[in-house]
């Protein structure tokens, strides 16, 4: 409805730049990242190359259920640590092969299905409203389950172990004559190459399925919903049924990413999946690109997580600036920084709503 | 007559829902085997419960008036929380002298400076977090998880990260021992706090005109205020008075814990939602019911299975949406 | 022009994203029983829910006595004297019928004569004084909406279609109520039953597709069938 009043409206052109805008930024990312391990030869670079490419499966998940399907959970992470543990208990147990990685990942992604089944059945049939208290419940329960079952999860330690040969950093993926690691532009063939490539590949392969789902009838039916709930039932839409069905793609999805992780990092634990303040990021994530966008996911990722370390060290050099102040260099120390933050993330939610690809996508450039 | 209908039957009998934290106390019984240790663990339970009451009440009403979901609702709570062991600390020589009188006006000072708080940063988030976006339930939460994550950091940068001790008066200090039960004081302290002010809010609903113009606007907002009344006024009142309770309930849960930290906002939070998701939304009886349930389960099964405690109400509040997908006693229309 | 009760000057009114009222105009005269008809999803509900402030026109007046109330807030309308009763009643059922009534007076105090009156109109009331609201048969309810809109004296009373699902006994006593209230209170009255309409209506507007499609005296639209079927495609023996 809006969309054909906006595009015979005199603002489409704007519109239309702001959306090349929007999509070139995204593809410009893409393509940071697929050769990141080249373009950033540090060790801490790859890591975070590795943590944005995983948390854009996990936002445009998480977009999928708040963007197009209008429902707020709180149990993402729930799901991301279902396949992150699902894989890391397995590793553990059964030693680092495939085979542990597969048993795992998909033990963590039914029990993620099953678990979503469950909650989105018993409150999506009331409320819409009633789902995110729910989903913050049933969260909170399983990351106390998770730290107080430590004999299977470690407890808040967690659990270190190995990842497959394969990702070994001594693991040679190409040899010269001698038997050396071959250098390509200065980057070693090993096992790290090997690691980034399978995150940056799966995490590539979960990202176009969700653009897939939402092109799809499927994504159409959800627009109806989101648009107007009664009509979309009036219609005959079996609104509960669908949401349910989002809500489980969601969390499989998350689980998976999950798997990912927990293959990548080597440890998991409380703080690397379940936390509440990972389930905060993917929230502010979601809603400062932009909801019901996917490319919006890719944009608050990669802010959030440059926002992270440089609005740190702004925040050190503020909180020395002021230090003689009472309170002041308290409220701008660097632990502090979701504090500013969340003021910002209010200001945003009353103003641009939208977030910052839905804002360019539809205004325009300026 | 079949034996589920007579089953339900006899359940309505004996006061329907309403029965069911005494049905709860008398199952626990034998599975607990000490006598003794079920008179603490029930007091403990009902105390628990109470305050957990004066934390959800607001959060339940201010949801039934206006149908607005305050995620922040737990900022209160710490707030309160965290102010009253200020005030306690602050006043260490009321709290400690051996002076009925002295005691009393500490805890009167604590209880107070929460709640009068809790009455102005009510205020505040009502006009300036909420009202902005009124019947917009996905931005209403959004804006108040903002609030919640400014509130938690300012409550951090303010006490600082590492949990700090609450003094308590002396007076509420010790135990009352019948034979060989002992209770102790805060609890039955705060179990008659909390009765109090359910009575007093029961009495305010039913029999006063304001309590009437609640009781209506949870079922219809507009047909209240197309007979004359403005439903925003109410609902500030409303939110105002949900959001010192939460506070009051908070400055007894800090007295109770003896050590209080930046996460109890949180924690508290899961147990409130469970505690009107059971209680149905929108009512004060079923907040109270649902408090009660929460608050003896909790005890019961952290004493059987340690592990499971919190994990035990969730399966309540399931086995409850299950059962009754409105909660036990929501308010009529919702 | 002051002798009007209720005016409405082209009033738009769009819901979300639809237009419902494309420029609505009428006047209500002091006294008596007005009647809006048409069909189902004509704009009736719409043109008395922006009336009393509960949709926002956007664009036009609707002015009240010598009152602009086109912007004003639901309750300061109500305040003026405007009653509304609503198509889904607006009954609280979880309040008694006594607690009912209550919230509808200024004071919360009744005037135990306009209270014996309406238990003579509808003795049910009397009968079901202290029951919660939900209790009512669907015919008590109404009685309930309508006696709450007559518990104190109104310049002006909106209703929407009282008679649905109603037997037509409880009909026949609406009609004689409706005439009696009528005599010092205007009412503006949204009806699909023809019949109780033209029985009690003075004047009548027929909204068609958020238009006026015609207004006259009811009289009028009585007497010309023709009229009648073009308008309303109904005939008289359609809703016998
Ligand atoms: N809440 C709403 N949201 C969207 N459209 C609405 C809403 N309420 C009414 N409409 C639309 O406005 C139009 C007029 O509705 P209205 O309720 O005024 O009709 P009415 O004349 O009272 O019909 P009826 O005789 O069936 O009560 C209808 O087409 C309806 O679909
Ligand atoms: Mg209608």
């Given at each position: 409805m809006t969309d054909t009043a906006l595009a015979s409206a005199p603002s489409a052109d704007p519109a239309r730049k702001g959306r090349m805008i929007v999509y070139v930024v995204a593809l410009l990312i893409g393509l940071a990242l697929a050769f990141a391990p080249f373009l950033f030869q540090d060790v801490r670079s790859n890591q975070v190359a590795a943590r944005i490419c995983v948390f854009i499966v996990l936002a445009a998940s998480y977009d999928l259920l708040i963007?197009?399907?209008g429902i707020v959970s709180f149990a993402h992470t729930m799901f991301f640590g279902l396949g992150a543990y699902g894989a890391a208990i397995a590793l553990k147990s059964m030693g680092p092969g495939w085979d542990a990685v597969l048993a795992g990942g998909v033990a963590g992604v039914v029990l993620a299905a099953i678990l979503a089944v469950l909650i989105g059945v018993l409150s999506l049939r009331v409320k819409a409203i009633f789902f995110a208290m729910v989903t913050l419940a049933a969260a909170s329960v399983m990351m106390v389950l998770a730290s107080q079952f430590s004999?299977?999860?470690?407890?808040?330690?967690g659990i270190v172990y190995s990842a497959p040969a394969l990702f070994k950093p001594a693991m040679k993926l190409m040899t010269d004559d001698a038997g050396k690691v071959v250098k390509l532009f200065g980057v070693s063939m090993n096992g790290k190459i090997a690691a980034y490539y399978f995150v940056f590949l799966t995490c590539l392969v979960l990202f176009l399925a969700l653009m897939r789902i939402v092109r799809s009838p499927l994504g159409t039916v959800l627009e109806a919903i989101r648009e107007n709930e009664m009509r979309a039932e009036a219609i005959g839409y079996r609104v509960v049924a669908y949401r349910t069905s989002v809500f489980v793609i969601a969390a499989v999805i998350a689980a998976l990413a999950g798997t990912v992780w927990a293959v990548w990092l080597k440890y998991t634990g409380p703080d690397t999946t379940f936390s509440f303040a990972i389930m905060i990021d993917i929230l502010l994530m979601v809603v400062i690109g932009g909801?019901?966008?996917?490319?919006g996911a890719v944009i608050g990722v990669v802010l959030m997580s440059l926002a992270q370390f440089y609005l740190k060290d702004l925040m050190e050099a503020a909180a020395q600036a002021t230090a003689n102040i009472p309170l002041l260099p308290d409220l701008l120390?660097?632990?502090?920084?979701l504090l500013w933050l969340g003021l910002l993330f209010i200001l945003l939610v009353y103003f641009f709503p939208a977030g910052i690809a839905g804002t360019l996508m539809k205004k325009g450039g300026h | 007559m079949s034996k589920p209908a007579h089953i339900a039957a006899m359940f309505d009998r004996i006061g329907g829902v309403n029965a069911l934290p005494v049905v709860l106390m008398i199952i626990a019984l034998p599975l607990i085997g000490s006598f003794s240790s079920w008179v603490t663990l029930t007091v403990a339970g009902l105390a628990m419960g109470m305050m957990i009451f004066l934390m959800a009440s607001g959060l339940s009403l201010v949801f039934g008036l206006m149908d607005v979901l305050n995620f922040g609702h737990s900022a209160f709570i710490s707030f309160g929380a965290f102010i009253a062991a200020s005030v306690l600390a602050w006043l260490a020589a009321w709290v400690g002298a051996d002076s009925l009188t002295l005691n009393f006006l500490a805890l009167f000072a604590a209880l107070g400076a929460a709640t009068l708080f809790g009455l102005a940063a009510g205020w505040f988030f009502e006009r300036v977090i909420i009202k902005p976006v009124y019947s917009d339930h996905l931005r209403q939460i959004l804006i108040t998880i903002g609030a919640l994550i400014v509130s938690e950091q300012i409550i951090l940068a303010v006490w600082g990260g590492s949990p700090i001790p609450v003094p308590r008066p002396a007076l509420l200090e010790g135990s009352f021992v019948i034979g060989d039960v002992a209770i102790e004081v805060y609890r039955v302290f705060a179990f008659f706090l909390g009765l109090a002010v359910f009575i007093a809010l029961t009495l305010v609903l039913n029999r006063t005109r304001i309590g009437l113009l609640i009781r209506a606007g949870v079922e219809d907002r507009e047909m209240v205020e197309a007979l004359g009344f403005r439903i925003d006024r109410l609902f500030i009142a409303v939110f105002m008075t949900g959001s010192a309770l939460a506070a009051m309930g908070g400055a007894m849960w800090a007295g109770y814990q003896g050590l209080i930290s930046g996460a109890l906002g949180g924690e508290m939070m899961i147990l409130v939602f469970i505690v009107v998701i059971i209680g149905g939304l929108g009512s004060i009886e079923g907040s109270l019911l649902g408090a009660l349930l929460v608050g003896l389960l909790g005890n019961y099964v952290a004493f059987i299975f340690p592990k499971l405690a919190l994990a035990s109400n969730m399966i309540l509040m399931m086995a409850i949406l299950l059962w009754r997908p409105w909660g036990l006693r929501p308010a009529v229309g919702k | 022009m002051s002798d009007y009760v209720l005016r409405l000057d082209d009033v738009h009114t769009d819901i979300g994203d639809y237009q419902v009222l494309h420029g609505i105009s009428f006047n209500v005269p002091q006294g008596g029983v007005h009647v809006l008809l048409g069909r189902n999803g004509a704009g009736k509900t719409t043109t008395l829910r922006t009336i009393m402030g509960l949709w926002r026109a956007r664009s036009g007046a609707v002015v009240f006595k010598h009152h602009d109330i086109t912007a004003m807030h639901t309750s300061d309308i109500a305040r003026l004297g405007i009653a509304y009763v609503p198509e889904n009643m607006g009954?609280?059922?979880?309040?008694t019928v006594q607690e009912n009534m209550r919230l509808a007076t200024a004071t919360g105090g009744f005037d135990d004569g306009r209270l014996g009156h309406i238990f003579e109109l509808f003795p049910a009331m009397e009968k079901f004084w202290d029951k919660p609201a939900w209790s009512l048969s669907g015919g008590q309810k109404q009685m309930l909406a309508i006696s709450r809109a007559i518990i104190e004296k109104r310049e002006l009373i909106l209703i929407d279609e009282p008679t649905k699902g109603l037997a037509p006994s409880i009909i026949r006593a609406m009609i004689a109520a409706f005439e009696e209230i009528s005599r010092d209170t205007t009412i503006l009255l949204v009806e699909q039953n023809f019949l109780f309409a033209s029985s009690l209506g003075r004047n009548v507007c027929v909204i068609d597709d958020g238009r006026i499609a015609h207004s006259g005296r009811m009289e009028e639209l009585v007497a010309d069938k023709d009229l009648q079927t073009r308008l309303l495609s109904l005939s008289l023996d359609a809703h016998q």
């Open positions: 963007g197009y399907t004999d299977f999860t470690g407890g808040e330690d909801m019901g966008t996917m490319v120390d660097p632990d502090r920084w | - | 009954i609280f059922g979880g309040l």
